[in-house]
């Protein structure tokens, strides 16, 4: 069985903070899980956010995953040790193809116009991740729905904390359609606050919906678990409610918690969950 090194730690905890610290409440074993399945995902991911773009090294580590896949190790501890993790949770094949193609839009699809085709991305970049979790957890099929909106709902927060990091890499992955907005650029919205506000609100709206479908989900996830899920949840609202109270803040600095904050939100989760 494939163990988490150094390198997973490392490449988790850069491209995500608030995940990354809440992922310690889980007990050891579920957590090198996690380093596995976020070793694999971020890696990815930043070969296409890399700038300039690393289009030649993206394609490679897919045709290494697949080969990997095939039975042709990588020699690569983070593709080994994801194609290890999907063998013995049993990842459909079809969850990992949407996230490649997800991955892979972003080498040349630089605007999501409407929902739909914003859905499409969330898919494979979120949702399937939520289905990761839940496999990784042994959570019954009941509970894949709520996977995949819990996935969803943290994508679109990161969307909107992301907005003006995601214009200089020229993508808009919010439905811009929603709005007379031709880029989400400040210097555009500036021109007209009041419907950026609203705009941006009613991506917040879809995110609480979400989030609350996600919720209901909760009953399937054992007390040991679910002090990190709801941790990590706690955060994404932290976040949603900063950019509510002035969604303009977006352009001025990246809303995150604190590493303090979220380990004491942990605590409090786990008092809360055990008590």
């Known amino acids: 069985m494939a163990r988490a090194t150094d390198i997973h730690r490392r490449t988790f905890k850069a491209g995500s903070r608030t995940y990354f610290n809440a992922t310690r409440f889980f007990p050891p074993a579920v957590r090198d899980d996690v380093f596995l ?22 394609l490679r580590f897919v045709e290494s995953f697949r080969d990997a896949a095939a039975g042709t190790p990588a020699n690569d501890p983070i593709i080994d040790g994801f194609v290890s993790l999907a063998d013995r949770k049993g990842f459909p094949t079809t969850w990992v193809e949407a996230f490649i193609q997800s991955m892979s839009m972003d080498l040349d699809k630089r605007v999501h116009a409407t929902l739909s085709e914003t859905l499409e991305y969330v898919h494979g970049s979120a ?19 709520a996977a995949e909106r819990l996935g969803r709902a943290m994508q679109f927060i990161n969307f909107i904390r992301d907005i003006d990091e995601d214009v200089q890499l020229g993508r808009t992955y919010l439905p811009i359609s929603e709005t007379h907005f031709s880029t989400l650029a400040e210097a555009e919205t500036r021109t007209d606050p009041d419907e950026f506000i609203r705009f941006i609100g009613k991506q917040l709206e879809r995110y609480e919906q979400w989030l609350r479908e996600a919720e209901r989900g909760y009953r399937f996830i054992p007390h040991r678990y679910r002090t990190a899920i709801r941790t990590a949840g706690d955060m994404y609202n932290w976040t949603a409610k900063r950019i509510r109270r002035d969604p303009f803040v977006v352009y001025r600095m990246k809303v995150t918690p604190t590493k303090r904050r979220i380990v004491a939100r942990g605590v409090a989760n786990t008092m809360r969950f055990w008590s």
Do not use: C, H, K, S
Request: aromatic share 14%.
């Open 37 to 58: 399945l976020y070793g694999f995902v971020r890696t990815a991911d930043n070969f296409v956010d890399r700038v300039p773009q690393d289009r030649e090294g993206y």
């Open 127 to 145: 949702e399937v991740i939520g289905l990761y979790m839940a496999r990784i957890l042994d959570l019954p099929i009941e509970a894949d729905f």
